[in-house]
């Protein structure tokens, strides 16, 4: 069955410090993983999405993940953290392509709060 | 814009009350989604619709009833809600060749 972790419920980061918010998964086949961010009071908006190619992704506002299949994780980076980066933070995963569709299950979310 | 309009965005119901959320997507997706979000538990699909005319249950569809109304339109309903059904409902939609959701802005419902 296909799961997604966030071991954490909260990072804590200053600003123009990098941060990090931490993904693992599990899925059969080649995994399809997605970074969402929420911002208060809003709906979900897509960040970055990693399919297949370069182990490294370029996504909005500055952010980038990277994909370790060993280690089956998809970390959300960002070189220097903003205080308008504070939100929620979902990864979600997809299983290959099946019957035309398929569902994304998300992880818990991790709250980012960046401190002046 | 394109994109996927929830409607209403907030909503009080007593127990027992009921009520149908509504959602459509302009963007010519062919499945769509109902997730609840609480916190600590991140978003939970209720119910999703892989094509007009087709729906089936997700992680919590107790509760729920949906109807998938055309290709842009998925609606939820709640016959006879209950205080463990406050939360966000967010309504979203994926096209065949896309890979991720388009979210809409989701609904407050609380029950009293």
């Known amino acids: 069955a296909q799961s997604v972790a966030q071991p954490e419920d909260q990072v804590n980061v200053a600003e123009g410090n990098p941060l990090t918010v931490k993904c693992t998964y599990s899925?059969?086949?080649?995994?399809?993983l997605f970074w969402y961010v929420q911002y208060p009071n809003r709906g979900l908006q897509f960040l970055l999405k990693y399919i297949t190619g370069d182990n490294l992704v370029k996504g909005s506002y500055g952010f980038e993940a990277e994909f370790n299949k060993s280690q089956t994780s998809f970390h959300l980076k960002k070189p220097s953290a903003l205080v308008s980066d504070s939100a929620l933070y979902f990864c979600a995963v997809r299983g290959p392509l099946s019957g035309g569709y398929n569902k994304l299950i998300f992880g818990a979310g991790t709250r980012l709060a960046v401190h002046p | 814009n394109a994109g996927v309009t929830q409607t209403p965005k907030f909503q009080v119901l007593k127990t027992g009350q009921s009520m149908t959320l509504q959602c459509a997507q302009d963007m010519n997706h062919n499945s769509m989604y109902w997730y609840r979000q609480d916190p600590g538990m991140g978003l939970r699909l209720i119910y999703y619709s892989a094509s007009e005319g087709t729906t089936d249950k997700g992680e919590v569809p107790n509760g729920y009833n949906v109807s998938r109304l055309n290709k842009r339109e998925f609606s939820l309903r709640l016959e006879s809600a209950a205080p463990s059904q406050t939360s966000v409902y967010f309504c979203a939609s994926m096209g065949f060749s896309n890979y991720g959701y388009t979210f809409g802005s989701g609904t407050r419902l609380t029950v009293v």
């Open positions: 899925v059969s086949g080649n995994p399809y």
